[in-house]
């Protein structure tokens, strides 16, 4: 008997450890519940089958994050049926456009949604949409995180962002936005993560990381990117283009080796439109 109370002193002095937070992000590519023929789909655009639908829950269910920073989803309706809502809340931006940015944050994590990050569209009318970042506070057991989800202007993936080029002109001026979220968040000593659709290879020493961190070449302060010197092996391999940057306390939070890629089983090239051409990154982080 006493053993045992000696038993129960050491597990209430040392209670479990919490498990790791597990984040994502997953561009889902055209992910919407419009039928063919919609006038607003464009005209490669092929809806998905029920067998699609099916398969890319599967993956959803097995990637089982805590919160994902989702991209190009049509809307609640096409979110919920990969996060279904008994066990995902969802954000989604307020953008006029058809595809945006959101997050699929398991019940029982609270969160407060802030405002979308409208500096990352410097267009009104640009030719091509530009979409806002996605911006929640997630409260775990009273310590915040902040978390941005973004989908940048794609087709400047390695050219310099200060050429002429339309896409990288168009790069160059949601910098300011960004850099400008991240510096508020580092004045006011916040953790915070930036995740997402960056369509930018940040190998080396990338112009477009430097100017959006306001810290770049300070080790001590600079953006930890969880998928630094690492190849995707998404669809055969390439560089990554979908970032998981860690900023504030939240760089210290980080579990070593943790990036995963959760890479399809199916490897026919039919199925990367009916899949998507981008798998979910994750991480998983240790919140004091």
């Known amino acids: 008997m006493r053993k045992l109370l000696v038993l129960l002193l050491i597990l209430v002095a040392f209670p479990a450890a919490a498990a790791p937070l597990k984040i994502s992000t997953w561009n889902l590519e055209w992910l919407t519940t419009r039928q063919a023929g919609d006038p607003r789909l464009p005209r490669g655009v092929h809806p998905r089958t029920h067998e699609d639908w099916t398969a890319l829950a599967g993956y959803a269910h097995r990637l089982a994050a805590d919160v994902v920073a989702f991209e190009e989803v049509d809307g609640r309706r096409a979110a919920a049926r990969l996060f279904p809502p008994d066990r995902y809340n969802l954000v989604i931006t307020h953008d006029p456009t058809l595809l945006r940015v959101g997050f699929a944050i398991r019940r029982g994590i609270?969160?407060?949604?802030?405002?979308?990050?409208?500096?990352?569209?410097?267009?009104?009318?640009?030719r091509y949409p530009l979409r806002s970042g996605a911006d929640v506070t997630l409260d775990l057991g009273g310590q915040r995180l902040r978390l941005?989800?973004?989908?940048?202007?794609?087709?400047?993936?390695?050219?310099?962002?200060?050429?002429?080029?339309?896409?990288?002109?168009?790069?160059?001026k949601q910098i300011p936005g960004l850099?400008?979220?991240?510096?508020?968040?580092?004045?006011?000593?916040?953790?915070?993560?930036v995740l997402g659709d960056f369509n930018r290879v940040m190998d080396g020493r990338d112009r477009f990381h430097r100017a959006m961190d306001p810290h770049y070449g300070q080790p001590e302060k600079a953006l930890l990117r969880a998928d630094?010197?690492?190849?995707?092996?998404?669809?055969?391999g390439h560089h990554?283009?979908?970032?998981?940057?860690?900023?504030?306390?939240?760089?210290?939070w980080l579990v070593p080796h943790s990036l995963r890629v959760l890479v399809y089983q199916q490897t026919n090239p039919a199925w990367k439109d009916r899949l998507s051409d981008h798998c979910p990154v994750s991480v998983q982080m240790n919140v004091p």
């Not at 989908?151 to 050219?159: E, I, R």
């Not at 991240?182 to 915070?192: K, L, N, S, V, Y």
């Not at 630094?228 to 055969?236: D, L, R, V």
């Open 110 to 126: 609270a969160f407060h949604q802030n405002p979308d990050v409208t500096s990352l569209v410097p267009y009104k009318h640009a």
């Open 148 to 172: 941005l989800a973004v989908h940048l202007k794609a087709g400047c993936w390695y050219t310099n962002i200060y050429s002429r080029r339309y896409a990288c002109r168009t790069l160059e």
């Open 179 to 193: 850099r400008r979220w991240i510096a508020e968040r580092d004045a006011h000593g916040t953790p915070f993560v």
């Open 228 to 236: 630094a010197g690492m190849e995707n092996p998404c669809w055969g």
């Open 240 to 252: 990554f283009t979908d970032h998981v940057f860690l900023g504030g306390p939240a760089r210290g």
